[in-house]
């Protein structure tokens, strides 16, 4: 029977017989001399190398079973130290665990929400001054209030304003958004009867924030304040209407006094209107603004007084029949067609309308 064997240095298999065990032989290939074992070298399978195991990434405290990093040498909730066995610094008060947590982040948060309030309170109050004032408001416990509504007439806007509180002589300002003050004064005795109303103006309104606030004299310092936007809108005319007059002197007939013109603003920013031009039927009329009232945002009414400057189709034809002895006399269900344009502001904005209006029956006299 043969001995197999390898050469040690090239791997080349050999085969040789039994008798030749322990000589001396050569490698054909390489030419090593190697020397014939005496049983044939079955190579020993080589085993896998076991895999690495990674070490966890975390661990469980033995104190306080809390979860760490396997790298951690101290526990981070207990103080728990993991080379002498025992916690390194001892415990003030009990053991975290994830409900105090919970609690902690809770405290934590609300105290930010809390100091950011406190800093906008801080701002808003800075901010309450108000532009060119120079005083520092004093308003926590002021014992005045004060209600107040935007107003417009024909050659100024303002702000109406009641003052509720104890009698003093107070100094009522009106600041625009330029700056400009209007003041009004309110005498100690007028506040005997705990409220005064006063009427403050703005010659030229315009968008932007003005500044209401009551002062004392005596100390002095700002007791109320409130900062007011003035918002552009638009207008729109809601309805026109015949003003009409009767009298039973006038044979039954209506006779015109003028015009009024329902209108619909949007915005805060009071509306000043200059100027008017009217047609009635076609013929062009005289016309003022007799009065009118604007409420910001809402509704408001602008009167004209209206004259014709000539008769009108229906008042030719009736004075052609022989008919009413007044140029301005209407029948009942009489329609008229109004056309004209409001005029606003220093720049003449127009407000164009157009309706046809129908002369209201008789009122009868009740029985």
């Known amino acids: 029977m043969d001995i197999t064997f390898a050469c040690d240095k090239c791997g080349q298999p050999l085969a040789i017989e039994e008798t030749g ?47 760490i990093k396997t790298e951690s040498k101290i526990c981070r909730f207990c103080n728990y130290d993991f080379v002498t066995g025992q916690r390194s610094v001892p415990s003030v008060g009990p053991v975290a665990t994830g409900t105090s947590r919970s609690l902690l982040k809770t405290t934590t948060v609300l105290a930010i929400i809390a100091m950011l ?26 014992p005045y209030s004060v209600e107040y509504k935007l107003f417009a007439n024909r ?56 500044v209401l606030a009551v002062k004392t004299f005596d100390p002095e310092k700002i007791v109320w304040q409130k900062k007011i936007a ?10 026109v209407k015949l003003k009409l007059d009767y009298n039973p002197a006038f044979n039954n007939y209506w006779r015109l006094s003028g015009i009024q013109i329902v209108l619909q603003q949007t915005g805060t920013l009071p509306i000043l209107f200059t100027d008017a031009s009217v047609t009635l039927d076609g013929i062009d009329c005289q016309c003022s603004l007799e009065s009118l009232g604007i409420w910001v945002p809402g509704q408001g009414k602008v009167n004209l007084s209206v004259i014709p400057k000539s008769k009108t189709k229906q008042q030719l034809a009736k004075t052609a029949e022989g008919g009413h002895i007044f140029d301005q ?32 029956p008789i009122p009868q006299p009740a029985k």
């Open 155 to 210: 050659y100024y806007g303002g702000v109406q304003a009641t003052v509720k509180g104890p009698a003093a002589r107070l100094a009522i300002i009106l600041t625009d958004s330029k700056g400009k003050s209007d003041v009004k004064i309110i005498e100690k005795e007028h506040l005997i009867t705990n409220s005064e109303t006063v009427s403050l103006n703005m010659e030229d309104p315009q968008a932007g924030t003005c």
């Open 329 to 360: 006399s209407y029948d009942p269900g009489e329609r008229h067609l109004v056309k004209g344009t409001l005029f606003s502001g220093k720049d003449h904005t127009p407000l164009a309308f157009e309706r046809e209006c129908v002369v209201p």
């Open 230 to 239: 003035l918002t552009p809108g638009i207008s729109t005319v809601n309805d």
């Open 21 to 67: 065990a322990g000589q001396l032989v050569d490698c054909p290939k390489c030419g090593t001399c190697l020397e014939v074992p005496n049983k044939a070298k079955v190579p020993t399978p080589s085993l896998p190398e076991p895999p690495v195991l990674a070490p966890p990434a975390e661990k469980k405290c033995p104190y306080c079973a809390e979860t």
């Open 117 to 142: 309030v406190i800093i906008g309170i801080l701002m808003v109050k800075h901010d309450n001054k108000g532009p060119a004032l120079g005083w520092k408001p004093s308003l926590i416990g002021s």
